[in-house]
């Protein structure tokens, strides 16, 4: 499985694969590291957090909403084009067409888990169909502890 997270030590941006060879995640840059213990993984599914040890997490399409808004724009500017050469036929099939392609990159996209507290995502694993959808009442809980905890340490800096 493929892991992308936020290193914990430098911050950065990070990387890693956790295969049976290198059971282990780390971070290229400064070369931080966290093994992966026995009852991390079970069935190649992440049972924790192998980043920050959470017990939370939550299964998410890997699709960037960011990438679905694009097509869809796409689609509405060809289609504002063909509707300003006269041709609505074409204007609303390619507004269609774009609307049907943004559903099915969307259903063909496998799944990822997503931490709730260090929001690391876990790529290519194989069985996620027991893995619970995002709760909000979860999520809730971990952006409060994530507020405490930068309310503590901004209290001991000063
Ligand atoms: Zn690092
Ligand atoms: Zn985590």
New binding site residues.
């Given amino acids: 499985m493929f892991i992308s997270f936020d290193?914990p030590?430098?911050l950065?941006p990070?990387r890693g694969e956790a295969t049976a060879a290198s059971r282990g995640v780390m971070?290229t840059?400064?070369g931080?590291t966290k093994p992966v213990v026995e009852g991390d993984v079970r069935d190649e599914t992440p049972t924790r957090c192998l980043v920050c040890g959470c017990g939370d997490l939550w299964r998410q399409k890997d699709f960037s909403p960011k990438v679905g808004v694009t097509i869809v724009a796409i689609g509405v500017a060809i289609s504002t084009w063909f509707m300003m050469q006269m041709q609505p036929e074409w204007s609303l099939g390619t507004l269609m067409a774009f609307a049907l392609a943004d559903m099915v990159m969307y259903a063909v996209m496998r799944d990822c888990l997503v931490c709730y507290r260090c929001h690391a995502r876990y790529r290519g694993i194989p069985r996620l169909d027991q893995v619970a959808a995002f709760d909000l009442e979860v999520n809730e809980r971990y952006r409060q502890e994530a507020i405490r905890l930068k309310q503590a340490e901004s209290g001991k800096v000063i």
């Fill in positions: 290193c030590k430098c950065k990070a971070c840059d400064c931080w």
